[in-house]
């Protein structure tokens, strides 16, 4: 093909297009805001930021891939001379540690940037609630059941003896705020007058 000629001045433009917009931008840097984050309520969000050179007047686009399966995302930078940096957000669901990469990549009629980038994040799964057990009391010492706090863990435990009282006949044995003895078995009581 002539160059002097129309088809080749046109091809000589597209060419000379096509090559400013292919270094238009170049990609250098994906720093994400934390590397390591913990799900909250079945989600992790984290903050993104794409960065890197790009010429003034010129157009690219580029691709974000977070390894987690789903969409990723296209953007295009444009008329930006200098320094670059682009925001983005992904929200993972599942722990696991993902690969995130942002690379040129055509988006629609714009030609790609140069360039690719790439980091790491690590999603850890949130801390289960260990199973409660109840507090212990020393030996000679018994919990009371009710004064357990689950919330605040408060608790007491009251004197026990070693033996149980001996409670005679028509008498039974309680422990009632750290105080032993035998008490009238009513319920016997009640059944000799019945009788």
Known sequence: ????????????????????AAIAGDISSIQPSASSITLQSGKAVVNFSVGGRAAGNESCGYFVEYG???????RVISKTSGQFSRPHQRTFVNPGTYTIEASGRRHKTTLACNGQAST?????????????T???CPEGWA????SVNRRTGAFYCTAKPEVELQCGN???????????GCRE????RDDDRRD
Do not use: K
């Open 170 to 180: 028509g008498l039974r044995y309680y422990e009632r705020d750290g105080i032993i």
């Open 120 to 132: 790491q994040v690590t999603v850890v799964a949130a801390a289960t609630a260990a199973a409660w």
């Open 1 to 20: 093909m002539n160059p002097g000629t129309p088809a080749g001045l046109a091809a000589g433009a597209c060419l000379a297009f096509g090559m400013a």
């Open 68 to 74: 987690d399966g789903n969409a990723g995302d296209s």
């Open 143 to 146: 919990l009371n059941e009710r």
């Open 134 to 136: 109840p507090p212990a």
């Open 185 to 188: 078995n009513r319920r016997a």
